[in-house]
């Protein structure tokens, strides 16, 4: 395969961690970098030109996800979606002073429910076994009349793992508890209808479906009780003040109005390359695994580990062939710590440092899958013959 000389990225399958802005997107943010520059909260025509394109944005995102438009704030991405979501229900419920999360949650919720145990809050961490599930019992009996919110999220980052929040939202409402759901990963990537649901706040973010990074937003349903944590103007129904990043919401979008048309490929085409990627490593690599529930799994995710190799090694020499993925050992991520979402599956040492996940999108080709197919054997090959515990007694 030829490399191109100027992309650094040359087999992206990385998508988990960012995607690539669609040509589309970036199209149709352009003007709003030159012509139109209005305040979209001024009276005058410059300003109101750009408020009527934030709005079919917003409705554009609330038919991705089957909601009312005025159901959506916009925000700076995941991170502030999540913080948002469970600060702003502890604070507009503070005689309830219970939280339930799981232990493989993003940091943007695992820091936050973190951050209010240290201010006194009980927080219950939900287990999960091998396959990256939860036990519905334990959950059941985890929900309790002082509990302020329960946030799990819709699909895992590393693993791809899917837990059923439908059925957790209902079982947490009949109990009249606000449920949160990280869909960061979830969205654009399989179908979303929240009207279907009890789901009671929703985080999600522009980069990861396509759009730009540092937009995202969180949906509330109506009826939710939700205190502001940023005070200051009157935008986005006063929940989240500051002048709209006018922008980034346009290519958020056009990104929720291109998912929605590319959501059949994501799980047709897109997942029989991931597919094709797994089954010809499994087969080609001895002592390697697939990490998390091989079925309830976003259609472009695979977490694979190779026993006995470092994740480390394994991504330097890929880069050597500009192929981009990540590794849920340690360092790559900027954590010191070996993945906190691995470990809580009970998945050996052995294994989580030899873990990469592969996380594609509609822009990859079979070339390209291929191509990982013929290197990566010989990559894993070479590390082993220089390990100390290979093979293995
Ligand atoms: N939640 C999940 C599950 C994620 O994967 C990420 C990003 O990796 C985030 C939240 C944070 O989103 P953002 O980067 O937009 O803050």
Redesign the pocket.
Known sequence: MERPPLEPCFVYLDN??TTKIHPEVFEAMIPHFTLLYGNPSSMHTCGGVVAKQIAGARESLATLIGSDPDEIIFTS????S?NMAIRGVIEANPAKRHIVTTRVE?P?VLATAKWLQSKGYEVTFLEVDRDGSLDWDVYRRALRSDTAIVSI?WAN?ETGVIFPVAELARIAWEKGIPFHT?A??AVGKIPIDLRATKISLL?L?G??LHGPKGI?ALYVRKGTRLSPILFGGHQEQGRRPGTENTASIIGLGKAAALAQRNIAEENGRVKALRDKLENSLLAAIPRSQINGDRINRLPNTTNISFEFVEGEAILLRMNELRIAASSGSACTSGSLEPSHVLRAMGIPFTMIHGSIRFSLSIFNTEEEIDYVIEKLPRIIADLRRISPYWPPR
Not at 77 to 80: A, M, N
């Open positions: 988990n961690a991405g995941g991170t502030e999540d993003h943007g999220m980052n990280d960061v990963q985080s973010s980069h990861k995202g």
